[in-house]
């Protein structure tokens, strides 16, 4: 059976580059980085190449890119780190947001740390930038924590404009940019962002690795306790061959971006249109204007159907791999939090649809077909 994959926004497949890149560190070169003789100084030098090339194409220095296990650990280390480092004791962030800052953040207003306060947001999942000027105006001491791109409706945010925000008010700006990062150019010398993540799966790397970036002008404290590495901010042994397959992922990645991203688009945009041309009463979560909105993601709102639950189930018998849900019912399931939080219709499906470099559009119209037909069995 065809499988098509149209999950890319969960994790993308392997780059033979990277692969590539990859082998030696874990065929030949087995030091471990922390030794000194000369088995250790060569694994040691790729890692230190690998972070220059990371900072080189975000335009930053090395000193500033610490490597994580991905961007879950550096979304939670931004954060609780920033906190006791600078005394902080108001959390500012979306009801949108990744659950690894969500979570970070609820735990951190459960221990009485910080006052949490929610941004509100249209129904595209945009913020109110208003109401985010006023809880920084009336709040000293705090932290902002806004995603650049939101994972499952792709609204993208204007991550420089609150970054101006945030140096206005002296705030301690962190911003989730798994999604954006190997997609977007990320100028960090011109953007006021303070912390920002990365994780080397989201762009055609390894799984298992991400990084932190740390601004200069920001010290925090040791993220895991047990060992010296990363600069005695990360203990334990790292992963040599991670590292070098993100960085590797990463150089591709701004090397072919503007052909991926017009081919990217193009399939994004050839699926919108055959959705409603062959789907009667079809929507959109978020905003999917082009530079609105992240060109890798589309998330469907189907009709209220009485298959809706099996939706999912039905794309996946037919091969085709996709994820989502629907807004939350009065608790009577958990859903999603995203639907929920920008107001979604609880009655209808949402899928998201996301792409990636080796998609292809026989595979978005294959997709398109199956749809009809398990919606429309009679008349398909």
Do not use: W
């Not at 970036?213 to 993220?223: A, P, Y």
């Amino acid at each position: 059976m065809k499988r098509i994959y149209l999950d890319n926004a969960a994790t993308t497949p392997l780059d033979p580059e990277v692969f590539e890149a990859m082998k030696p560190m874990m065929l030949e070169m087995y030091g471990n980085p922390s030794s000194t003789h000369a088995h250790g100084r060569e694994v040691r030098t790729k890692i230190e190449r690998a972070r220059k090339t990371v900072a080189e194409l975000l335009n930053t220095t090395p000193s500033e890119i610490f490597f994580t296990s991905g961007g879950t650990e550096a979304d939670n280390t931004a954060i609780t780190c920033s906190v006791e480092a600078y005394d902080l004791k108001h959390l500012i962030t979306s009801k949108i947001e990744h659950k690894a800052v969500l979570q970070t953040a609820e735990k951190l207003e459960a221990q009485g740390k910080v006052k949490l306060s929610f941004v509100d947001l249209d129904h595209q999942g945009h913020i109110d930038y208003d109401h985010l000027n006023s809880l920084l105006k009336d709040n000293s001491r705090s932290m902002v924590s806004i995603m650049h791109a939101n994972n499952e409706i792709g609204t993208l945010n204007d991550i420089a404009r609150i970054g101006e925000m945030c140096k206005e008010y002296d705030a301690v700006f962190h911003s989730d940019t798994v999604q954006t990062m190997g997609h977007f150019k990320h100028d960090l010398q011109a953007l006021a962002c303070h912390f920002i993540v990365g994780a080397g799966h989201k762009f055609n790397g390894p799984k298992g690795v991400g990084f932190l970036r740390v601004c200069k002008s920001k010290k925090i404290g040791r993220f895991v306790e047990g060992g010296g590495q990363e600069r005695n901010h990360r203990g334990g042994t790292e992963n040599v061959y991670g590292i070098v397959g993100l960085a590797k992922a990463l150089e591709i990645a701004y090397r072919d971006m503007e052909s991926h991203q017009k081919h990217i688009q193009g399939l994004k945009t050839r699926m919108i249109e055959g959705l409603k041309n062959n789907i009667s009463g079809i929507e959109f979560n978020g905003d999917i204007r082009e530079g609105h909105s992240l060109y890798t993601v589309l998330n469907a709102s189907f009709p209220a159907h009485e298959d809706n639950d099996m939706l999912l189930f039905n794309l996946d018998i037919n091969g085709i791999s996709a994820s989502g849900g629907s807004a939350c019912s009065s608790g009577a399931n958990t859903g999603s939090h995203v639907l929920t939080g920008i107001k979604a219709d609880p009655e209808r499906q949402g899928i998201r649809f996301s792409f990636g470099k080796y998609s292809t559009a026989d595979e978005v119209d294959y997709t398109v077909e199956k749809l009809v037909e398990i919606l429309n069995p009679v008349h398909a």
